[in-house]
């Protein structure tokens, strides 16, 4: 029929072409991102490389038909001058623009994985919006990973010469009304089809895929993050906010099983000081002191002088993260809060009535104080820090001697500790905390120490080194000083970093951190090995307990120094669903039902016991008290009841 010659076959076969270029480029980043990261995500076939990439195509096809809509639509939009090379020309660039700079996201992760234990997330724009030198960082990221951005520039050469290779001859339209036509019939078709793919299916009764989808088709949790691109986590996370309230149980289950206050009734006559190292990606591995039993094959310690302090503290070799970044390391150590898929800290929630180790410290009339050698505002600690009412901000701007910034995060450690241990104890009691800032990207020292330390086996190795260091000349300072006797002092991780040895690529295990409590006072009996499972959300309740804090205190930590015993719960997560170690398993839970069940000590997560456990007692409480905190998180949380 002469009416079907107006069809725009010739424009219709390039566009598929075009975007067939993307889905091929994107399994080619989806190889090279498993290659950066193969000691993190375990494949053990072929096949199951080629499953992973398989499933992969429908995260791909969302992402791909995200970027490239508005490109579709000008390539089918009927306005005659379409084959015009003119045109053509401004499809090449607006194509070239959007799935470059969106191509681009993966490479990050190439890098970042490594940190974040997730793929990029809208989270990345928290992050940004504190920091004043995310040129720098980027800048220090390409001179340390050349490689990547050599791959970069390569595939886009190579994306932009199978592009040019087929090309539109121009025509002109004989008849203009089937063109009209058929061109509104193709875009209709198409219109359809781009809503099928960025939805994930057809059917109206599921919901789009998200990032949880994704675990669907893996036999281990992290492979989950083969199956997703960077475009697609970033682009599904943009304007979400998972905090949702939920109702699995009734409120008597949750006070007897989740126990989200408690109380304790230790006798204090002579208030202790407080002093709270949170240590910069400070990861368990990096520590001997942590790894006596852990048969690690020619391991090696980088922390000598925290290892010394240890054999003289009350260490718990098995303590966990309770989430991924820096400032989630604050939420939880202070206030006892853990983040979960979306981070309490940046969420619409977070501007609250918060009870925590700063306020109950501040009841009881100490003096209160948070340390932190970046630029004032940095990591969004100045803001969270005013919450939970911290009476003193010392920052970059009260140290005041730009010649120690390290020229792209912070104040160095050492002459920032130093400045700490003078700066504290005018008023005592107090309780203050520092962050330390140099066990971090883009891993430098101060240049006079080059070739004072062990080079080690990856980029961490050296800096903790000099933080491990700094923290030494710390306690030379801190030993001289009127307070010191008198002062219980705690270590604990953010999060953790680049890992070396295999048992810390196991999933568990990158939430793997020190925890230390010392004190040169033999009053508190700080001392021993404790190989039970602790988190940083237990530090608050356990301080309460030793400060003598005798009324109720909201938290889903425990005192780890009580006699009176709280059963642990252990909760965190990887970005995509929530972890719980509870008895004896580990479960993970998608924000609706439980998808995993393991064995505690399968840090790994490599087998999925659920369905051989469908009618055990134990996994089916279990089952219940995961879902029962998570519902007792979000009704807190959502409706301000932190205090």
Not at 246 to 273: G, L, M
């Amino acid at each position: 029929m002469k009416f079907f010659k107006e069809f725009r076959r010739q424009e219709v076969l390039v566009l598929l072409y075009r975007i067939f270029l993307a889905y091929f480029f994107y399994q080619i980043a989806r190889f090279l991102f498993w290659y950066f990261n193969r000691g993190l995500i375990k494949i053990d076939s072929v096949s199951d490389y080629f499953s992973l990439s398989y499933h992969g195509i429908a995260f791909d096809t969302t992402a791909i038909l995200y970027v490239n809509a508005l490109f579709i639509l000008l390539s089918l939009v009927p306005i005659v001058v379409n084959t015009k090379k003119v045109y053509q020309k401004i499809l090449f660039w607006l194509y070239f623009i959007t799935n470059g700079i969106t191509y681009a996201m993966n490479f990050g992760d190439f890098v970042y994985f490594k940190f974040s234990q997730t793929r990029l997330t809208s989270a990345a724009f928290q992050v940004a919006q504190h920091e004043e030198n995310i040129f720098k960082v980027f800048t220090a990221s390409i001179i340390q990973n050349p490689f990547i951005l050599i791959w970069f520039v390569a595939l886009m050469w190579l994306w932009v010469f199978l592009y040019k290779k087929v090309k539109i001859t121009e025509r002109k339209p004989v008849k203009l009304i089937p063109y009209f036509i058929l061109s509104i019939l193709t875009l209709c078709v198409t219109a359809v089809l781009v809503v099928g793919g960025i939805r994930g299916d057809f059917k109206h009764s599921t919901r789009p895929i998200n990032l949880v989808d994704a675990n669907r088709f893996v036999k281990l949790p992290a492979q989950g993050n083969m199956v997703l691109n960077s475009t697609f986590s970033f682009f599904r996370t943009l304007n979400t906010n998972n905090f949702k309230e939920v109702h699995f149980v009734d409120e008597k289950f949750i006070d007897e099983n989740i126990q989200p206050y408690k109380q304790y009734d230790r006798k204090v006559t002579n208030k202790p000081n407080i002093v709270i190292f949170i240590v910069e990606s400070f990861g368990r591995e990096y520590s001997g002191a942590f790894n006596k039993d852990k048969n690690i094959k020619d391991y090696v310690s980088y922390t000598p002088f925290i290892d010394s302090l240890a054999g003289q503290s009350l260490i718990f070799p098995n303590t966990f993260a309770n989430g991924r970044q820096s400032i989630h390391g604050m939420s939880s150590v202070l206030a006892g809060i853990p983040s979960l898929t979306d981070a309490f800290t940046s969420s619409p929630y977070s501007n609250q009535k918060i009870q925590s180790i700063v306020s109950i410290c501040n009841d009881l009339g100490y003096d209160t104080s948070f340390y932190h050698g970046a630029p004032n505002g940095s990591m969004g600690f100045l803001g969270f820090g005013n919450i939970l009412g911290f009476k003193h901000y010392y920052g970059k701007t009260e140290y005041n001697n730009d010649s120690d910034f390290d020229g792209m995060w912070a104040i160095w450690d050492e002459p920032f500790l130093q400045y700490f241990a003078k700066n504290v104890g005018k008023t005592q009691p107090f309780m203050t905390t520092v962050f330390t800032a140099s066990s971090h990207h883009p891993f430098k020292i101060p240049e006079k120490y080059n070739g004072k330390f062990k080079k080690g086996k990856n980029q961490m190795h050296e800096p903790i080194q000099y933080t491990d260091y700094a923290i030494k000349k710390y306690f030379e300072t801190a030993k001289k000083q009127p307070w010191y006797n008198n002062t219980i002092f705690v270590f604990t991780g953010d999060h953790t970093n680049e890992v070396y040895y295999p048992e810390y690529e196991k999933i568990m295990n990158r939430f793997a951190v020190p925890l230390i409590f010392y004190s040169p006072n033999p009053e508190y009996n700080l001392k021993g090995v404790n190989q039970e499972f602790a988190q940083q959300i237990d530090i608050y309740p356990t301080l309460a307990d030793l400060i003598g804090y005798d009324k109720k205190i909201r938290s889903w930590g425990r005192s780890l120094v009580s006699d009176k015993k709280y059963a642990p719960i252990i909760a965190n997560s990887d970005g995509t669903v929530e972890q719980f170690i509870i008895g004896n398993y580990t479960y993970r839970f998608d924000g609706k039902e439980i998808v995993g069940v393991f064995d505690k000590s399968d840090l790994g997560l490599e087998k999925n016991l659920m369905d051989q456990l469908k009618n055990n007692p134990e996994v089916e409480k279990g089952k219940l008290m995961a879902k029962a905190w998570y519902q007792d998180y979000m009704n807190r949380v959502i409706n301000r009841k932190m205090y």
